[in-house]
């Protein structure tokens, strides 16, 4: 059975087709540990009332040696009609011309939203003192910006053209041998994002939404973005919401809190005191250094999950969000943990909390366990107090044994 958008939301039958992307490298050794891990969850939740049946679809190196294309027509079709997805780490050729196919997927099903929950579960090696005081949830705008591959290469006619163009129109002198790249920052874009962070805030029983921005210096593209963001939050949830600088004294019984942050003060205080931020709200470029700096202060930069979502369509693909790691591919010795919370993510967004619950169980249990000795992958053996290297399937193992 399919999943469907209506106008309440996504429909999700109790035996959803779900297509997946095994994906290069580690994908080979990460992916059945991981739907094994699925499977038993959902098991465990809801009995044999529901289950996932799974889809092989073909992208990366496996499409190209089955189809001679990296990313098949029919894997994008198939995606497209079953709505959600879960891929592991795809191989992006080297070479000019060559579209990242994480990036031809993003772009094709206008997944607006890269949505990271940075978290820390206690037993994970942080290189911080408090890493516990993180619990974020980013939202990043995953369109626009500069990351639109909306470039020029220097020293060339082309190029030229519009230097010279920019010169005659507006004054600006810029040096006849640069590199452009355009940063499109619209207000359709900003707000489908803001919005869809306020409505997560409510939805979780978060207490603020700050908008991340650097508007001091960009002042129409990321300062626009920080204006209609609030402007949105006034509108649309204007009884739900109130703007920090509004506040004096104690924040108003159950509104959530509006907030913004310019993008540097926000790195500082991430570290310094993160126990001030909820969920965030930001560009593309910004979004990529922060989600990624986030994961690292909670110990996670391996096993940080990931989702891409179109919440008006319905779609989303979540993935694992490091890359194909080629030097342990095959070994069967890589960390599952990225796809696992990914899966985890994806049933939260089914509305299938049960069994992500259950995941997020076995997986914080596995690392943890108290006195007794740990069985992780090799990757988290150094920071661990009392952990022994074990296999990518007996990680796993102890997962779901954890359960
Ligand atoms: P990488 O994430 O593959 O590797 C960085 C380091 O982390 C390596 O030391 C690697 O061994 C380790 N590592 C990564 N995943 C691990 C896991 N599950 N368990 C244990 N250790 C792990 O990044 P890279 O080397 O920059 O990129 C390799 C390839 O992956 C490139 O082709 C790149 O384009 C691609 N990539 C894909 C995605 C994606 O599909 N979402 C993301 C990033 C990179």
Redesign the pocket.
């Known amino acids: 059975m399919k999943i469907t958008m209506t106008d309440k939301g996504l429909r999700v039958p109790d035996h959803p087709v779900i297509p997946f992307i095994e994906?290069d490298?580690?994908g080979c050794d990460?992916w059945p540990v991981a739907v094994d891990i699925f499977d038993h969850a959902v098991e465990k939740a809801y009995g044999s009332k529901r289950s996932v049946e799974w889809k092989e679809v073909y992208a990366g190196g496996k499409a190209h040696e089955k189809t001679g294309e990296w990313l098949p027509s029919e894997t994008f079709d198939a995606i497209r009609e079953y709505l959600v997805a879960i891929k592991g780490?795809?191989?992006?050729p080297v070479g000019e011309g060559f579209r990242s196919i994480?990036v031809t997927l993003r772009q094709g099903l206008d997944l607006f939203v890269c949505l990271r929950p940075v978290k820390y579960y206690p037993g994970v090696p942080s290189p911080v003192r408090h890493p516990e005081r993180v619990d974020m949830v980013i939202f990043r705008e995953n369109t626009e910006d500069l990351y639109a591959g909306l470039e020029l290469p220097a020293e060339d006619g082309k190029t030229g053209m519009v230097i010279d163009y920019f010169k005659k129109e507006f004054g600006w002198v810029i040096k006849p041998d640069s590199a452009l790249g355009l940063k499109p920052i619209s207000i359709s874009g900003s707000e489908r994002l803001v919005r869809e962070a306020i409505r997560y805030a409510i939805k979780h029983g978060r207490r603020s939404v700050t908008l991340v921005h650097k508007g001091n210096i960009m002042k129409h593209t990321e300062g626009g973005f920080l204006r209609w963001g609030y402007e949105l939050a006034r509108r649309e949830f204007g009884d739900q919401v109130v703007a920090e600088s509004e506040i004096s004294g104690e924040v108003p019984e159950g509104k959530i809190v509006m907030k913004n942050v310019i993008v540097d003060a926000f790195l500082q205080q991430i570290i310094l005191t993160p126990d001030q931020f909820d969920v965030v709200a930001t560009m593309n470029l910004n979004g990529d250094y922060i989600s990624d700096a986030l994961a690292a202060q909670v110990g996670g930069i391996?096993i940080a999950p990931g989702g891409n979502i179109n919440f008006n369509t319905g779609h989303a693909i979540f993935?694992?969000?490091?890359?194909?790691?080629?030097?342990?591919a095959g070994k069967g010795i890589?960390?599952?943990g990225?796809l696992v919370l990914s899966g985890k993510l994806m049933f939260e967004y089914l509305g299938w909390n049960e069994a992500a619950e259950v995941i997020e169980k076995g997986f914080s249990a596995a690392v943890l366990k108290g006195r007794e000795e740990k069985r992780v992958?090799s990757?988290m053996v150094p920071f661990l107090e009392n952990a022994r290297a074990v296999s990518t399937k007996d990680f796993g193992r102890s997962i779901i044994d954890c359960m």
């Open positions: 994906g490298g580690v990460i780490p795809l191989t992006t994480n391996g993935e694992a969000t490091h890359g194909t790691a080629p030097q342990i890589a960390n599952p990225s992958t990757d």
